[in-house]
């Protein structure tokens, strides 16, 4: 038998080739952290569906912080949870909120640490959704203003990133203009760009107790089956002055993350969520698969679509063994 000059596997016969020649490498500086603040003190209530994950007081959220730092984490995504709910979500913009409390306590602490804070409503609403309601539909003019305010609290709590969630049409160029006119024109924003309406979300929504109390969120987040209008949203976006554009999931959306790399030149992000996490988590606690390895095969393949950086709760327990290569 005949063989060609060629022969891929004369590269992969020992780790020192494999590593010579790998085309994609995951870093510790790729990640981001998300941490769920609570009211209260050293409470830290299991969150059943993600292993190892909690809702965090403020202490020891800044504890938590304090050991993503020390891994080389370069950043975390706060999200509340707050102790009272309204149906304008006024805990959201509150400036004793608690992503503000926490935000405030994590730059005290961790001053080299970026927080980025989640900007929405849906934590904060008595109905769940991402806005304002007007009988069961979401009016997405009148929330604007709202969005913008929760972000304009943020900033002033010493957030160094805001990170619009809600879907809202217009929701970045609010934001950029509150900021700017409240002299935050330094702030950048990570948008939430190309968000689907997704079932991912389930074990986030059971954390952030934030799952909507009537109907869904596909008025406003993307059909899964639509990749076009991916790249659409996230050109608006970027036209209202988005910093850094997302994907999210990401997972089960690397063929949309691949997409958003080449049309844009603006930072990527993908959101590795709570589902795709707990799915993994699941069948190694079954024994099912290598969990440690699944986990760093699936950030390498979100790192291979394009993404520059990645939402994930795997972001200490992958940080871990890149440290110690």
Not at 137 to 154: F, G, Q
Not at 258 to 270: G, H, I, S
Not at 278 to 291: C, F, P, Y
Request: a negative charge; hydrophobic letters at 40%.
């Amino acid at each position: 038998m005949l063989f060609p000059d060629y022969r891929p596997r004369r590269m992969r016969q020992s780790e020192a080739f494999r590593r010579m020649i790998r085309e994609t490498a995951l870093s510790v500086e790729d990640f981001i952290l998300p941490l769920f603040a609570i009211g209260g003190k050293k409470v830290q209530n299991p969150i059943a569906s993600m292993p190892g994950h909690y809702q965090l007081s403020v202490d020891n959220l800044v504890q938590t912080a304090r050991e993503a730092h020390a891994l080389g984490i370069p950043a975390v995504l706060l999200f509340g949870v707050p102790d009272r709910k309204d149906p304008l979500g006024t805990a959201a913009y509150a400036k004793d909120g608690i992503v503000q409390r926490a935000t405030r306590s994590v730059k005290d602490a961790v001053p080299e640490l970026a927080v980025i804070t989640d900007v929405c409503l849906c934590q904060y609403t008595d109905h769940g959704h991402c806005g304002c309601v007007e009988g069961e539909c979401i009016d997405n003019d009148a929330s604007l203003d709202l969005i913008a305010r929760t972000a304009l609290s943020h900033a002033k709590a010493g957030a160094d990133m805001v990170a619009p969630s809600d879907m809202m049409d217009g929701r970045v160029a609010e934001i950029r203009e509150t900021l700017d006119e409240n002299d935050f024109s330094r702030i950048p924003i990570m948008a939430y760009s190309a968000k689907y309406c997704s079932s991912y979300y389930g074990p986030f929504r059971a954390a952030a107790d934030s799952a909507p109390q009537f109907g869904d969120r596909r008025t406003y987040q993307m059909d899964p089956a639509n990749a076009l209008e991916a790249i659409r949203e996230v050109s608006m976006d970027v036209e209202e002055g988005a910093d850094i554009v997302m994907v999210k999931p990401a997972l089960a959306y690397l063929d949309v993350i691949y997409r958003v790399r080449q049309e844009f030149d603006l930072p990527v992000a993908a959101y590795n969520v709570s589902g795709e996490f707990s799915m993994i988590k699941a069948a190694e606690q079954m024994g099912w698969l290598d969990g440690p390895r699944v986990m760093m095969e699936t950030l390498t393949a979100i790192k291979r679509a394009g993404a520059d950086l990645i939402i994930t709760y795997f972001a200490m327990d992958a940080a871990r063994p890149l440290q110690r290569k």
